[in-house]
């Protein structure tokens, strides 16, 4: 019944003490928070962003009561993948967290047996992954990037800025030089059959030489891929998802025609698809959202695998609000994270964020990784509340 990606340890998993974590209670959150801007992609448009967000409450023997906060990236629309906050509370609440309290846990893999049953539903398994490791943290009093098994000399991470299909060149031309004026050290353009060649010409033709790459959200198909060759003329970084999420076998075929690399995001569900895709040639590069994958275990696995082989990886987005930026900035201290990911400031999609202080970016086109316990941050849970429009929580029965 075990499935080889859960519940394992990989060979980068940090050496920490057993802590034996004792669920008191579990809290759930929908939240609906309006975006900054509406963020277009080649499958839509959304204005505000829901998910759920998963908070863990513990009792550590010797630390006393600790919580933890995570985050299910999944969207309203199944536009992006087939989990939708919907189906996210569902398995959550049906199947995953009732079981929950009263359950001692000492790492995240017993945490994981207790739902590596349940098939699929990657994203809704990996909010309460992430709630559980910032409990783990707190309770022995570490920064989450160390229970993530980060570099400790990755104290700032490179970061991108991911721009989405705007109404206009010119609007797109003013927000690229915004971005780079604030220092992101790469952008990302959203492309659709129709609106690829034209905006990266431009950007090139203003902006010249940055580091630029592209973004199809799957919605080429081999047929387009005269248009796709015309992009190797203007040294793109990499070309994000041009085809459908299941074809391996395409995307292989048309990395072979391509002289920039295929990076694959909503292709990579797991470690053994990442491999099947490496070993097909699908892909040069791999997108890492650990929502996506099923949890921070799965991510570390898959950043394990592309380490062995040399493939560069980055840590991907979802417009997550503070609490699901602080963990992926967390998994962007493991040493495989050498690109930019699109990890940017909480300025670039909420007015308010859930956290105290909100995610900021240097200069120098870097995020600081927190040095405290935990997240990192403060999480403001009279925001969380006024964001909520649906809550469920289980709690020890004493
Ligand atoms: O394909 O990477 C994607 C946002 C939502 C869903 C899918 C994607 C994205 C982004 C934005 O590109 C990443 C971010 O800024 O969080
Ligand atoms: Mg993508």
């Known amino acids: 019944m075990s499935h080889p990606s859960q519940g394992r340890a990989t060979h980068s998993a940090p050496d920490l003490p057993p802590t034996p974590l004792t669920v008191t209670a579990i809290e759930l959150f929908w939240v609906r928070m309006p975006l900054v801007a509406p963020f277009e992609t080649s499958y839509g448009r959304v204005h505000d962003r829901e998910c759920l967000l998963v908070r863990l409450e513990g009792r550590h023997p010797d630390r006393g009561p600790v919580e933890g ?14 989990e939708t906050t919907g189906t996210a509370w569902h398995v959550l609440t049906e199947f995953i967290l009732p079981r929950l309290p009263g359950a001692t846990l000492p790492d995240e893999h017993t945490l ?5 049953w349940v098939r699929g539903h990657p994203m809704a398994k990996a909010g309460v ?3 559980y490791l910032d409990a783990r943290a707190r ?12 570099d400790p000399a990755r104290d700032r991470i490179p970061v991108g800025v991911s721009i989405g299909i705007q109404d206009s060149l010119d609007d797109l031309l003013s927000l690229v030089e915004r971005w780079l004026q604030r220092g992101y050290r790469r952008i990302k353009i959203k492309i659709k059959p129709g609106h690829d060649e034209e905006p990266v010409r431009a950007i090139r033709d203003r902006f010249g030489d940055i580091p630029l790459m592209v973004d199809a959200n799957a919605a080429y198909t081999l047929a387009d891929a005269p248009r796709l060759e015309a992009l190797d003329a203007y040294d793109l970084m ?13 995307h292989a075929e048309l990395q072979r025609r391509l002289r920039t690399p295929i990076c694959l995001d909503e292709s990579i569900k797991h470690v053994h698809g990442a491999r099947e895709a490496l070993t097909l040639g699908s892909c040069r590069i791999i997108n890492i959202k650990q929502g996506r994958v099923g949890g921070p275990s799965d991510a570390r696995a898959i950043h394990d695998l592309c380490r062995s082989r040399g493939v560069p990886v980055w ?21 495989g994270f050498t690109l930019p990911g699109d990890t940017s400031g909480s300025d670039r999609y909420y007015h308010e964020d859930l956290i105290d202080p909100p995610v900021t970016v240097n200069p120098d086109g870097t995020i600081t990784v927190p040095r405290e316990p935990g997240l990192g ?3 403001v849970r009279e925001r969380v509340e006024r964001y909520t429009v649906k809550y469920k929580a289980w709690r020890q029965a004493s």
């Open 69 to 82: 906060w995570g985050e299910v990236v999944a969207d309203a629309d199944p536009g992006y993948s087939y």
């Open 112 to 116: 994981r047996a207790t739902y590596e």
């Open 129 to 131: 992954e992430m709630a």
């Open 139 to 150: 309770a022995l009093d570490m920064p989450l990037w160390r229970v993530y098994g980060g």
């Open 238 to 250: 990499m070309i994000e998802q041009p085809l459908h999420e299941d074809d391996l076998l395409d």
């Open 315 to 335: 840590c991907g987005g979802m417009l997550e609000t503070g609490i699901g930026r602080s963990h992926n900035i967390a998994l962007t201290t493991l040493p």
């Open 377 to 379: 941050y403060r999480v």
